[in-house]
Antibody, heavy 118, light 106 residues
Framework: QVQLQESGPGLVKPSGTLSLTCAVSGASIKSDNWWTWVRQSPGKGLEWIGEVYHTGATNHNSSLRSRVTMSVDKSNNQFSLKMNSVTAADTAMYYC???????????WGQGTLVTVSS | IVLTQSPVTLTSSPGERATLSCRASQSVGTFLAWYQQRPGQSPRLLIYDASYRATGIPARFSGSGSGTDFTLIINTLEPEDFAVYYCQHRRDWPRLAFGGGTRVEI
């Protein structure tokens, strides 16, 4: 079955860059799906960050656009998120997911907690 | 487009029926999904396109609605159904938003 697994540093310093990778297994990253990132601050709701297609096309949450870069690594069947100039407000659980029919997120990773602190 | 979920908290008992609401500030057609998030777990897709159950979702979950008013019904609550539920729209692709969530508690 399709599985997604996030990885990356759990601690990032303020003003630094958050870098996460989502490894996809059981499906090709080159399939007709977008691949997305969602985060959840402690005790809060879900916030969409953005998505990437295997061609490199991206869509972003406009509130985060200036700080976010997403990319695809087809050779390793994975996609990545970079967020610069992080602050404590970026402390959250970060999830990657597959987009179904362009609209809903049907397969989710287990999430990875990123804490922004000095 | 803003999604408002109600109630914020729903207190119910196993075996009862739960009705959750999601209201959009503008029409989203049927571009609406529902997710369940159990404590300490990732969200799980329950319903997409307003009324279609995702793969492996039990029949006690049903979604309905179109335009601005949507409902998720959980018939005969099971102990594992006590969780937080989110709605999400994608009417004006690529923009997307989630509702604030409804907690279903015992």
């Amino acid at each position: 079955q399709v599985q997604l697994q996030e990885s990356g540093p759990g601690l990032v310093k303020p003003s630094g860059t958050l870098s996460l990778t989502c490894a996809v297994s059981g499906a090709s990253i080159k399939s007709d799906n977008w691949w997305t990132w969602v985060r959840q601050s402690p005790g809060k709701g879900l916030e969409w960050i953005g998505e990437v297609y295997h061609t490199g096309a991206t869509n972003h949450n406009s509130s985060l656009r200036s700080r976010v870069t997403m990319s695809v690594d087809k050779s390793n069947n994975q996609f990545s998120l970079k967020m610069n100039s992080v602050t404590a407000a970026d402390t959250a659980m970060y999830y990657c997911a597959r987009v179904l029919n362009y609209n809903a997120f049907d397969i989710w990773g287990q999430g990875t907690l990123v804490t922004v602190s000095s | 487009i803003v999604l408002t979920q109600s109630p914020v908290t729903l207190t119910s008992s196993p075996g009862e029926r739960a009705t959750l609401s999601c209201r959009a500030s503008q029409s989203v057609g049927t571009f609406l999904a529902w997710y369940q998030q159990r404590p300490g777990q990732s969200p799980r897709l329950l319903i997409y396109d307003a009324s279609y159950r995702a793969t492996g979702i039990p029949a006690r979950f049903s979604g309905s609605g179109s335009g601005t008013d949507f409902t998720l019904i959980i018939n005969t609550l099971e102990p594992e159904d006590f969780a937080v539920y989110y709605c999400q729209h994608r009417r004006d692709w690529p923009r997307l938003a989630f509702g604030g969530g409804t907690r279903v508690e015992i």
